[in-house]
């Protein structure tokens, strides 16, 4: 009588790693296909396999140091005759992906805090996915009661496009006419997110240079908003980051950082990317935690970042 809803549940699980493998194709590419050509032939495993290893990680923007923190440990199992085949090397190299990211493996949980509601501000340099993930992001917080704030009111077209989100997954949107104070449009949608009792607001806003100091001020201003409004609502700074970006990811989570005090990142674009490597270039380089990943432009593909699956998705066999 149980085996029914079990068994919908493992294919519902077994779709979501499917989809995820799917989606995180073009790293996986980079990172695995033909590695097993390349040692064809050869009857002992040498440090050409590692070498050629070392080049994928690399090209998936995995970053140098961290390429050469796995490398060495590869290279000194391979020295000790730990690792006969490369299905070994292959594992090896799991474990150790595994536990580079450990530490940022660390969900959002928005507990009904006494301080209702809890926010999310979502910031990043232009164009790397911010609206589109807070309408995600609107889908999964859904049911605990969302508000949004259309906290880009330097675009015209910015606040259309998450009051379509906000139809989209049928939540409430606070806007203001364009060229508004964003900080104003924050402090009014907390006012409103108050009196409906929501449990997440989240706040849209404009992208900006990560190297213009007027536009980052602009940022704290915002957030101190917050606290003016109400010293006990809790805030979760999430930084979105295109996976596509390259070693500009580093410089960008290091000056909002400093400007805002990041809590957590989102990597957006991981479906259309050879380079997800980025994310341990990332976890390296800052140990912030990645709360979600983006797969696609629609309202379910959005994931809570965890370090297994995502590894495991990335170096299955095709
Ligand atoms: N393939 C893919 N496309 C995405 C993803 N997230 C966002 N996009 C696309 O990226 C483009 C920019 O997304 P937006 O959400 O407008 O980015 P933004 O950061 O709000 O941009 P600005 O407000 O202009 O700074 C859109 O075409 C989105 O559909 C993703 O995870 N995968
Ligand atoms: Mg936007």
Redesign the pocket.
């Known amino acids: 009588m149980s085996a029914q809803p079990r068994k919908q549940t493992e294919a519902a699980e077994a779709g979501l790693w499917d989809r995820l493998r799917l989606a995180l194709g073009k790293t996986r590419a980079g990172l695995t296909a033909g590695l097993d050509d390349f040692i064809h032939g050869r009857k002992v495993l040498d440090g050409a396999v590692l070498e050629e290893v070392e080049t994928r990680l690399l090209l998936a923007d995995v970053g140098v140091d961290t390429t050469r923190a796995i490398i060495d440990r590869l290279t000194a199992r391979l020295q000790r005759g730990e690792l006969a085949d490369l299905p070994a090397v292959v594992n090896a190299l799991r474990a150790h992906m595994i536990e580079l990211l450990a530490p940022v493996d660390a969900p959002l949980f928005v507990f009904s805090a006494a301080a209702r509601p809890f926010v999310i501000l979502v910031v990043?340099v232009?164009?790397?996915?911010?609206?589109?993930?807070i309408g995600k992001l609107a889908r999964y917080f859904h049911d605990q009661g969302v508000v949004l704030a259309a906290g880009?009111t330097f675009?015209a077209a910015?606040a259309e496009?998450i009051q379509h989100w906000g139809r989209q997954t049928g939540v409430p949107v606070i806007a203001q006419p364009t060229g508004a104070d964003a900080a104003a449009v924050i402090f009014d949608a907390l006012a409103a997110s108050r009196a409906r009792d929501a449990g997440v607001l989240i706040a849209d806003t404009?992208?900006r240079l990560h190297n213009k100091r007027n536009l980052m001020e602009e940022l704290r201003k915002v957030r101190r908003a917050i606290g003016k409004f109400d010293p006990l609502v809790e805030v979760e700074t999430l930084l979105?980051i295109d996976a596509g970006t390259g070693g500009n990811a580093v410089s960008q989570v290091r000056e909002f950082h400093a400007a805002v005090g990041v809590t957590g990142l989102v990597i957006?674009?991981?479906?259309?990317s050879a380079r997800g490597g980025v994310v341990f270039a990332l976890a390296r380089e800052f140990a912030l935690p990645i709360r979600f990943i983006?797969?696609?432009?629609k309202a379910d593909?959005l994931r809570p970042f965890a370090a297994e699956p995502f590894v495991n998705a990335l170096l299955a066999e095709d």
Do not use: I, M, S
């Not at 957006?268 to 259309?272: H, P, V």
């Not at 983006?294 to 432009?297: I, S």
């Open positions: 990043g232009n164009g790397v996915g911010k609206t589109t993930t880009d675009r910015a496009q404009a992208g979105v957006t674009k991981l479906d259309g983006g797969l696609g432009e593909d």
